[in-house]
T-cell receptor, first 109, second 114 residues
Framework: SQQGEEDPQALSIQEGENATMNCSYK?????LQWYRQNSGRGLVHLIL?????REKHSGRLRVTLDTSKKSSSLLITASRAADTASYFC?????????FGKGTRLSVIA | DTEVTQTPKHLVMGMTNKKSLKCEQH?????MYWYKQKAKKPPELMFV???????INESVPSRFSPECPNSSLLNLHLHALQPEDSALYLC?????????????FGPGTRLTVL
């Protein structure tokens, strides 16, 4: 299976702190995407990083990709209570996307 | 319009019932997806439609029957479900069925099978 594995499974931080989540996968990929899911709702696409990219930024998000280690990290800076959600990495070699198990982030005000 | 809508939001059905879930998007996307998500688990792909044709069926039991009447609509027909089929059913769409396209998700239908 090429399913991603996020680490940690759960993370609790104070508002204003940075949150880092990691994703490891098993097979080569075309790209890696990160999604956010608020409790019991649909997923929202955050960022896509291609296999030939090493780092990408979007607002308070920073994603890195290390294809030699088959891993990616998502950094959320200056976290807010509204960032409380589950975060999934999603990988593919061909479609469809395969989602990792997710990291549950709690940001305490 | 950049959203995917799903109806109903909640559905409770008995094991002998027949019901349908509906998904709609008006973004001109030509790929649409059904996912099943159990509590505290990632979404699992069920079906992919590309240009209104079923392109992927992830070995889903025949009690789930997808239908894509046109490029904007996706249905999931349910019949003789089991209690273990209770889950959040998510619909998604993307510009094309391509690894480089982000997927846009609907809010989901929370299904309970009694």
């Amino acid at each position: 299976s090429q399913q991603g594995e996020e680490d940690p499974q759960a993370l609790s931080i104070q508002e204003g702190e940075n949150a880092t989540m990691n994703c490891s996968y098993k097979t080569s990929i075309n790209n890696l995407q990160w999604y956010r899911q608020n409790s019991g709702r649909g997923l929202v696409h955050l960022i896509l990083i291609r296999s030939n990219e090493r780092e990408k930024h979007s607002g308070r998000l920073r994603v890195t990709l290390d294809t030699s280690k088959k891993s990616s990290s998502l950094l959320i800076t200056a976290s807010r209570a509204a960032d409380t959600a589950s975060y999934f990495c999603a990988t593919d070699r061909k479609t469809p996307l395969v989602f990792g198990k997710g990291t549950r982030l709690s940001v305490i005000a | 319009d950049t959203e995917v809508t799903q109806t109903p939001k909640h559905l409770v059905m008995g094991m002998t019932n027949k019901k349908s879930l509906k998904c709609e998007q008006h973004m001109g996307h030509r790929a649409m997806y059904w996912y099943k998500q159990k509590a505290k688990k990632p979404p699992e792909l069920m079906f992919v439609y590309s240009y209104e044709k079923l392109s992927i069926n992830e070995s889903v039991p025949s009690r789930f029957s997808p239908e894509c009447p046109n490029s904007s609509l996706l249905n999931l027909h349910l019949h003789a479900l089991q209690p273990e089929d209770s889950a959040l059913y998510l619909c998604a769409s993307s510009f094309r069925d391509s690894p480089y396209n982000e997927q846009f998700f609907g809010p989901g239908t929370r299904l309970t099978v009694l």
